[in-house]
């Protein structure tokens, strides 16, 4: 067992001497010290720090570097064919100059951006970006599409990972940046009712000056858009405590492919009437309506938030720590994420964060968040006394200081960031039973040996869910081989999901029958011939090309 005091030299510097003095409570033991191992604090609101909130900035392979290079077209890289729609006319441009005036981008260096993915993987050629700024313009410029037979790309934010944001070909982009505005808050319910084109952080900073906080938090939170997220059924670092999207979100606006708008947008929590219409778009990435404003419930702001930034000594001992942590924090906790070493080798060379606790092969993330600040220490202090003297933790960290506690996030949000920069990425996000969830990363450091850079696992344990990352100096043929199907083959192996909160898009569209058996697929075909007959809505999306 390993001996408390060598735990010492960390604990009483962000919060006190918590695990030699377990009974008192947090704010009793807070000593004012310089924490010498603090990461480098993100600025405020930009919590991925300047080089991460906006995907534009952090897409190249290292800071240093002048300008990226080139990103090869989606259609050169992989086997995809362009589908029979219309090409976009100087007659189109006009009619679209009509519906949004002065909104209809076409300059080529505007639309560089918008045509290529944050992770700088896909790239596609679209001439036109539109900027509606309300529902009814949207309806018009869907209406108009689907009687010319123009394809049409949904983009939010750009922050998705599988290539679901951005055209594959030549499709019209329909951003919904300028549909920012919050239509109504309601402080008795906590619901929460705005346009689609939101900035998920600054609609955080907008509850919580009414006592309130966002039902999900994500790493690109500075950039992503509310109508992404729930397009994407997006899961991030809340799911453990407030559940899913398709929970929290009380009601939809959503205008279809023909230009229909289908206006669901309750602030009920109860309505058991008919069939729940705004659950089909939650998850379906644009593919059946673009969602143009949002209904959520948002859960009342903690008073008292803690994390213990925490290091373990192998696989199994996260595993016991988060049963132990579950048993002994109960209804406080609200995050369990795990990293392993090679990703905290990463945000140190990359981002030159620190790490507050001494190496160890596994870290964990714990937060807790309450009403009562001496209830919540108590109980964490008998946590984390519990997992010293049992060895499952050799060494750790606690912060109650909002900016320590912003800190020590941000060496498991900015892991994403941290691999952008080390070249090529390979990303899979899993759902697995949570006693196998690492053997898959173990596994694939074996079977690719040399040929990638670095194999590294991190996520939500609490959720199940495992985020792997492969990393190469460039895009392999040979490296994407030996991964797939080998990852998704796997997966399935262990009754997993392919995707866990990423979504499909069109990086994983052909691998969703690893997951879905072939009633499903035929039946969600059904859905997208029954509501976009002509597929204009993100073609080459989300479905399989051939099922």
């Known amino acids: 067992?390993?001996?408390?005091?060598?735990?010492?030299?960390?604990?009483?510097?962000?919060?006190?001497?918590?695990?030699?003095?377990?009974?008192?409570?947090?704010?009793?033991?807070?000593?004012?010290?310089?924490?010498?191992?603090?990461?480098?604090?993100?600025?405020?609101?930009?919590?991925?720090?300047?080089?991460?909130?906006?995907?534009?900035?952090?897409?190249?392979?290292?800071?240093?570097?002048?300008?990226?290079?080139?990103?090869?077209?989606?259609?050169?890289?992989?086997?995809?064919?362009?589908?029979?729609?219309?090409?976009?006319?100087?007659?189109?441009?006009?009619?679209?100059?009509?519906?949004?005036?002065?909104?209809?981008?076409?300059?080529?260096?505007?639309?560089?951006?918008?045509?290529?993915?944050?992770?700088?993987?896909?790239?596609?050629?679209?001439?036109?970006?539109?900027?509606?700024?309300?529902?009814?313009?949207?309806?018009?410029?869907?209406r108009y599409c689907h009687e010319r037979n123009l394809a049409v790309n949904p983009q939010g934010g750009n922050t998705g990972m599988v290539g679901g944001s951005v055209p594959v070909f030549d499709e019209i982009i329909l951003s919904t940046a300028l549909m920012n505005q919050v239509i109504s808050f309601h402080d008795v319910s906590g619901t929460l009712v705005c346009q689609a084109g939101c900035v998920l952080e600054e609609l955080s900073r907008h509850v919580e000056e009414r006592g309130f906080v966002m039902p999900l938090d994500l790493g690109a939170k500075g950039s992503c858009h509310i109508g992404g997220n729930v397009a994407t059924n997006a899961g991030g670092l809340r799911f453990l405590r407030y559940g899913s999207l398709h929970g929290t979100v009380l009601g939809l606006e959503v205008v279809l492919a023909d230009g229909t708008v289908l206006n669901c947008l309750s602030a009920l929590r109860k309505d058991n009437t008919g069939y729940d219409l705004k659950q089909l778009f939650i998850g379906s990435e644009g593919t059946l309506g673009v969602i143009t404003a949002v209904s959520i419930l948002c859960p009342p702001k903690p008073r008292a938030v803690s994390v213990a930034f925490l290091g373990c000594p192998g696989f199994p001992e996260v595993l016991q720590t988060f049963s132990t942590c579950k048993g002994l924090l109960g209804e406080i906790l609200s995050a369990y994420e795990f990293m392993d070493a090679e990703c905290m080798r990463l945000v140190r060379h990359h981002l030159r964060l620190t790490s507050p606790v001494q190496e160890s092969p596994f870290y964990v993330l714990v937060e807790t968040s309450g009403s009562r600040a001496g209830h919540d220490a108590e109980k964490l202090n008998d946590f984390l006394e519990q997992v010293l003297h049992s060895g499952l933790v050799t060494d750790g960290t606690v912060a109650t200081d909002h900016t320590k506690v912003k800190a020590l996030w941000a060496l498991r949000e900015r892991i994403s960031e941290a691999l952008s920069r080390d070249g090529y990425v390979y990303k899979y996000d899993l759902s697995l039973p949570t006693e196998r969830l690492y053997d898959l990363v173990t596994d694939l450091r074996a079977r690719l040996g040399p040929q990638a850079k670095h194999v590294v696992g991190y996520g939500h344990l609490g959720d199940g869910n495992l985020h792997l990352n492969v990393t190469s100096e460039a895009f392999s043929p040979s490296l994407l081989g030996a991964l797939e199907p080998y990852v998704y083959e796997w997966t399935a192996g262990q009754r997993g999901s392919v995707s866990a909160e990423h979504g499909l898009g069109f990086k994983k569209r052909d691998v969703l029958g690893y997951s879905k058996p072939p009633e499903a697929l035929r039946l969600m075909q059904q859905l997208k011939a029954l509501l976009d007959p002509k597929g204009i809505l993100n073609p080459y999306k989300t479905l399989p090309s051939q099922a």
């Open 1 to 142: 067992m390993p001996r408390a005091r060598a735990m010492a030299p960390h604990l009483v510097q962000p919060g006190g001497r918590f695990w030699r003095q377990a009974a008192r409570t947090l704010a009793a033991s807070v000593r004012p010290r310089t924490w010498a191992g603090t990461p480098r604090v993100p600025r405020l609101g930009s919590p991925l720090g300047a080089a991460a909130t906006s995907p534009w900035v952090c897409r190249g392979r290292s800071s240093t570097s002048a300008r990226a290079p080139e990103v090869m077209l989606t259609r050169e890289r992989y086997p995809v064919r362009r589908l029979p729609f219309s090409v976009v006319s100087g007659e189109d441009l006009a009619a679209f100059e009509r519906i949004v005036p002065g909104r209809v981008i076409t300059d080529p260096e505007v639309l560089e951006a918008s045509n290529v993915d944050w992770l700088r993987t896909v790239r596609g050629s679209s001439a036109v970006l539109l900027k509606p700024r309300t529902s009814e313009e949207v309806a018009h410029i869907l």
